[in-house]
């Protein structure tokens, strides 16, 4: 017996190791239950926290829009007339956000927000040779929008440098202009306006879509093709807390006045696959825990009823009804305790070896691996409290056996 | 407290079951008695006569229905369940027929569990306590055996060992030798009536083996309910 310990553990401790077929069958059980919640935890927060990186990579996570152009009616009736106007939606001119700048400079001092930055975006027409294709042209300041949208991460070829007369372009849209690393393209924009830019760089940003038509060059250069000089067409906000995005932009707008939508408003679906993902988790978290917690109680009534007469024997001895429910509650603590350990080792190491046999088709991972040590302190945490709710109902017929009819059988 | 010569007195001790209900029936009537300090004393009676509903309230395991049960001089009818747990612990030592040794322990530790239940920790001087009782009842060599590692006799004396643990001014033995062989038997009387000469414990012994009981110094019969014959 250690002599640091008290009686309870000690009386625990014994009866889980003299019954320890039971033992290892219940703390298996436990094991395989909380093995399957910290592998689908573990590898539910790696997907997550890849979508996540992607999505608040590629975007920003507010910005700020010009307001839309609305009709406004010049004729009014007056006394005796009536007037049935057809009004028609005004088309939307690029416009730039009115005193940008004091704008710009204002949201840069507010706490929550981490980078401010005014953009240009218009459609041109990207042409070299007979070949031509409509893009969509981004001007940039790229010091601090590629801390917002991590451009240079997509760089396959080249550099993200955009001097006055640089361009980035995607993957694809290179193979339909036949062009690469060096070469020029003529830029047209709608208004006319010309420039010839040098391919600087070459992106893969992971769609067809987007390596086809998104395209990236300096703010001034923009300006000049939008025919809009001095102009921004948004301003890209970052914060600090990404899902605080939604609250600073309502902030922003009612401050400012001017429209800001958040990344969560942008992409409901996103939010939409993550909430129904992390409800059925969260499901299978909750049977499963269930099933180990009517395990852990199945095994105690049956020791309670085995024990009964070591029970009356201690109760005859002086034992008092709470020491009874702690030795129960403790035997209880103890197989989460154990089955989580080895569960949790368990479902760690699964997530590690499947997500290096599970490789795409290049042979790069499919996501990032997230082990986070605070999902096995938790599960351990969790495993042992549920260990110890489950034990309360054997605990409390132990501790209330009559001791008289428990030494008698 | 002044000393008392008495260590256990029932005045008027009545128990019934089924209390309120047509079957209500008592099993014991009315049962004054009282043993003195050092006393060697047999309960007898045939079976269903009351004796273990007895030996169970004398040892705080029941309550009696009516009546008045004093351990030490303690009146125990007031006693919250709390207390009366601690008293049973300090008070009183038990002896079954079935040893009843808890079987996840050793010899040794199941001497010393009385002590561990009342401490918390198992100290060394209950160790040294459980160690000195085991060598007393001639059982160092088995010490740690598990208990049912060891013969019917050796764990009855391993038992009795565990009731002197605490250092209880009363043992209560129910057939402490009924499930032993004659040999056996005979050495585990023995040894209780070398310790209750050597150590004044007072032992009240059941058994239905009537050359034991004549070995007592005194002789109670309980029938249907009721002492036979006066302490």
């Given at each position: 017996m250690n002599p640091w310990a008290p009686f309870e553990w000690i009386t625990a401790i014994r009866f889980l190791k003299e019954g320890r077929m039971q033992t290892m069958f219940i703390v298996t059980a436990v094991s395989i239950g909380v093995a399957v919640i910290v592998f689908m935890s573990a590898m539910l927060a790696s997907l997550q926290a890849n979508f996540l990186k992607r999505v608040l990579t590629s975007q920003p996570h507010i910005q700020l829009v010009p307001p839309d152009e609305e009709a406004r009616p010049q004729r009014h009736a007056s006394a005796g007339q009536f007037v049935a106007p057809i009004i028609q939606r005004p088309v939307q001119r690029i416009r730039s956000i009115d005193q940008w700048q004091k704008i710009r400079a204002s949201l840069a001092d507010w706490p929550d927000i981490t980078n401010v930055t005014p953009t240009m975006s218009t459609s041109a027409l990207a042409v070299r040779g007979d070949a031509s294709r409509s893009i969509s042209l981004t001007g940039v300041d790229p010091d601090v929008y590629f801390r917002i949208v991590r451009i240079p991460d997509y760089i396959v070829a080249g550099q993200p440098r955009l001097l006055t007369d640089d361009i980035l372009i995607g993957t694809e849209l290179g193979k339909d202009l036949g062009v690469t690393l060096g070469d020029k393209i003529n830029v047209t924009g709608a208004s006319g306006a010309q420039r010839i830019l040098t391919i600087a760089g070459v992106f893969d940003l992971g769609n067809k879509g987007a390596n086809s038509r998104s395209t990236f060059v300096a703010l001034r250069t923009a300006q000049a093709i939008a025919n809009l000089v001095g102009g921004v067409t948004t301003i890209d906000v970052t914060v600090g807390d990404p899902y605080a995005a939604e609250t600073v932009a309502a902030a922003v707008q009612a401050s400012t006045g001017i429209e800001a939508d958040s990344w969560i408003k942008t992409n409901a679906q996103f939010f939409t696959a993550v909430s129904a993902q992390q409800t059925s988790n969260t499901l299978i978290r909750v049977f499963v825990a269930l099933s180990v917690a009517f395990g852990i109680a199945s095994v105690l009534v049956v020791s309670v009823i085995q024990r009964s007469k070591d029970i009356g024997i201690l109760r005859a001895m002086g034992g008092s009804q709470g020491q009874i429910l702690r030795v129960f509650l403790l035997q209880g603590g103890l197989l989460g305790f154990l089955g989580s350990i080895v569960g949790a080792t368990l479902g760690g190491v699964g997530l590690v070896v499947w997500h290096a046999v599970l490789r795409q088709a290049d042979g790069s991972e499919i996501f990032p691996l997230v082990l986070e040590p605070s999902l096995f302190a938790y599960a351990v945490l969790l495993a042992s409290i549920t260990g110890i709710g489950a034990a309360a109902v054997p605990a409390l017929r132990a501790a209330k056996l009559d001791p008289v009819e428990a030494i008698r059988g | 407290m002044a000393e008392v010569a008495n260590v256990l007195r029932l005045e008027g001790v009545c128990k019934s079951y089924?209390?309120?209900?047509?079957v209500e029936t008592e099993v014991l009537h009315d049962i004054t008695l009282s043993l003195d300090k050092g006393e060697f004393v047999a309960l007898i009676g045939p079976s269903g006569s009351g004796k273990s509903t007895l030996l169970n309230i004398i040892g705080l395991l029941d309550r009696p229905t009516k009546g008045r049960l004093f351990i030490e001089g303690h009146e125990t009818s007031r006693l919250a369940d709390a207390e009366i747990t601690r008293l049973r612990g300090h008070a009183i030592g038990f002896v079954f027929q079935y040893h009843y040794l808890i079987s996840a322990f050793t010899a040794l530790e199941n001497v010393m569990m009385p002590l561990l239940v009342a401490n918390e920790f198992p100290d060394a001087e209950s160790r040294q306590r459980a160690h000195d009782l085991l060598a007393d009842v001639g059982l160092s060599p088995w010490e740690n055996n598990l208990a049912n590692a060891m013969s019917g006799g050796q764990q009855q004396r391993v038992a009795i060992a565990r009731a002197l643990a605490s250092n209880p001014a009363l043992i209560l033995a129910d057939e402490p030798t009924g499930n032993l062989d004659s040999k056996s038997a005979n050495a585990v009387f023995e040894m209780m009536q070398t310790v209750n000469a050597e150590q004044g414990t007072t032992f009240l012994i059941v058994t239905h083996n009537m050359d034991l009981a004549r070995r007592c110094r005194r002789i109670i019969e309980v029938v249907d309910g009721r002492v036979a014959a006066p302490a």
């Open positions: - | 089924n209390i309120g209900t047509p």
